[in-house]
């Protein structure tokens, strides 16, 4: 080689190593604009893959990640043919495309077709210009530059995620579902050739809109297709019979609150998969609408479908329906701390026959005692005298419960309930666990409460319950032994069912429900938990904004909907039931241990003093007057309200919204705006509940 040779050779290196080295400058200060890529919608999916709910993107566009591995091949050729036929072959323009333009519009005087590959319109439609001279050549600078950044795949990508289909819809996904109400992933010829074409004009073709144009410009491409050979004679004529869709679909509205739950937790996720199954949830949220008719006005309602080997919630239902102001439909019940009522029992009789301290078939005293100033009653405000610690779950009894925690302490309680995964919330005058928390005296979601009960029909393992695919599976923590925990199945399996229901341990199928009610303080929570041996399910009852409604309690409200659940879930087949563990005494009372045969409440419990309650009511305003009141200038007026009777502390409701008062007192003030009838209401410690209904004139 010549030294002139090796001097032009090293030239062209210089020159060819100068112009990549701009190039690369040049693409590190002006990177491709991408935002409109990375701006998408979530969409949070059942076990199938199926859409439950999805989100807009921040500009209020349904636009959805799409992978060309995730369309219909056909639509892919068909694209490709149509728009851009050497696609895979050009470095994001095509010269060749560019000639053929060139010539044409030199012959006739006007454009005959186009010059642009899919690359160029994917330039476009992330950075959109005049269509000038200038904006051409930055557009073959862009289209060169994404090839150089991005495989063809990638583009496609692109493509396929922001093409415009018409109105708030771009991508393939958006529009496939929408028009269709289907995934890109098998279509029909004359489906594929309508999504090809709806990009180049997606007003003027919208086929909710403009059926007849869809058609028309459908069938072009459906010519161009036949033309290449890709599809037979045939095959385009049935496309061409095939109808335009005329409408477009509703977004899917399915376990909404739990789709808004995943997707503010990790708002940048384009698809959140879950264990929810659609079918389920879709017969559930229907169930949820006719029984919540049932109810007042105000009130609501909450179910948690669990399966319990996996933990995967299977369905959720956050109220019955979303969009019910009334009903304030927008509060996740699922996940509002509310007061359990008697639904911890089990638990507790489950950490006492870890201590040795009862067996099912232990009697236990149902008769008044005091626990320092605490002196509980039951719900109906009669005793039993002695019962079986059985029969005591069963029917709920308060003193039992309350007397078992005594001995058992009410921090190790609750410290046994935190390990197993319930947080607590406790009021912030309480500075540690107290006795209460038997009865309902602590703050817990339906959430942690149906995941404990989980871990009971696991045979006292607890773990997390598992929401999306992505959760880790974590192993079970021994809280509870496995026989206690059958212990305690089996007593709930004997519990009273709803009205029209028998007892499971009665019933000749194969499902045997393990069910516990509970009714909060006045009636303001009614809950229904149960367990087969396939799935847990929870079930909350009651007003989102805390108010007392109609005396609800757990059996009469929430444990009707539970079994009609459980009457939606697949049939537990015969033989599933675990069968009991090792170590289990089937005894009567009389063949126990000594020490086990009677329950001793030790000595810090005496027998109170049951005295004469008086009569309950609201002494004023007297029920039926009218109160004649002064309105300051906002036009509120102020009332004093006082009670006579009953045990404090007192809650204070006028309309069923509580009012701000001390709770040992027996006087109170109301202030607000309300004009004509008001009801009063005052519920004591007990539960029991005095009404007056007041008429208020206002004068000025």
Known sequence: MTGRSKAALLGVGIMVAVLTSAALVIDAAYPPALERYSERSSAVVDADGHILRAFTAKNGVWRFAADPGEVDPTYLEMLTLYEDKRFFRHPGVDPLAIARAAFQWASTGRPVSGAS?????????????????????????????????????????????????????????????????????????????????????????????????????????????????????????AAREEPVPHARNAAPMLAPHLARRLDREAPKTDVHRTFVDAGLQKSLQALATRFAGRFEAGANLAVLVIENETRKVRSYVGSAEFLDTARNGQVDMVRAVRSPGSTLKP????????????????????????????????????????????????????????????????????????????????????????????????????????????????????????LRETDEIKSGMRVFSPSAAWYVAE?????????????????????????????????????????????????????????????????????????????LLPPVAAGVEASPPAGILVARNADLPAPMRKFSTGDRLTVAHVEEKPEFAVSFPPDGSTVELGADMDGAVSLRLRAHGGRKPLRWLVDGRPIASKPFKRTAYWSGNNQGRVRITTIDRDGRVASSDVWIAVTH
């Open 117 to 237: 590959t899919l690359t160029m319109q994917v330039v476009r439609l992330l950075e959109p210009r005049p269509r000038t001279l200038a904006s051409k050549v930055i557009e073959v600078a862009r289209a060169l530059q994404l090839e150089w950044r991005f495989s063809k795949r990638e583009i496609l990508s692109i493509y396929l995620t922001i093409a415009p289909f018409g109105g708030n819809l771009e991508g393939i996904k958006a529009a496939v579902r929408f028009y269709l109400g289907k995934e890109p992933k098998r279509l029909t010829p004359g489906e594929a050739a309508l999504l090809v074409v709806l990009p180049q004009s997606p007003e003027k073709y919208r086929p909710d809109r403009y059926p007849e144009a869809a058609r028309a410009a459908r069938d072009k491409v459906l010519a161009r297709t036949k033309m290449s050979g890709y599809l037979s004679a045939r095959a385009i004529r």
């Open 347 to 466: 638990f507790i009789f489950a950490a006492a026959i870890d201590a040795f301290a009862i067996h099912p078939e232990t009697l236990i005293a149902d008769k008044p005692m005091r626990f320092g100033d605490y002196a509980p009653v039951n719900f109906d405000q009669r005793f039993r005298g002695e019962i079986t610690v059985r029969e005591a779950l069963q029917l709920s009894l308060n003193v039992p419960a309350v007397a078992v925690l005594d001995r058992l302490g009410a921090a190790r309680f609750a410290g046994l309930l935190e390990k197993a995964g319930a947080r607590l919330r406790y009021d912030p005058r309480v500075k540690a666990p107290a006795l209460p928390i038997a009865l309902g005296g602590v703050g817990l979601t339906l959430w942690d409460l149906a995941g404990v009960y989980t871990g009971l029909a696991n045979g006292g393992q607890f773990a997390p319950l598992r």
């Open 491 to 567: 007593i709930l399996r004997g519990a009273p069912g709803p009205r029209g229901r028998i007892a499971s341990r009665h019933a000749a199928t194969q499902r045997r429900i393990a069910l516990k009610t509970g009714t909060s303080y006045g009636f303001r929570d009614a809950w229904a938990v149960g367990f087969d041996a396939g799935h847990t399910v929870g079930v909350w009852v009651g007003r989102p904004d805390g108010g007392f409604g109609t005396a609800r309690t757990g059996r009469s409200q929430a444990a009707p909907l539970l079994f009609d659940v459980f009457d």
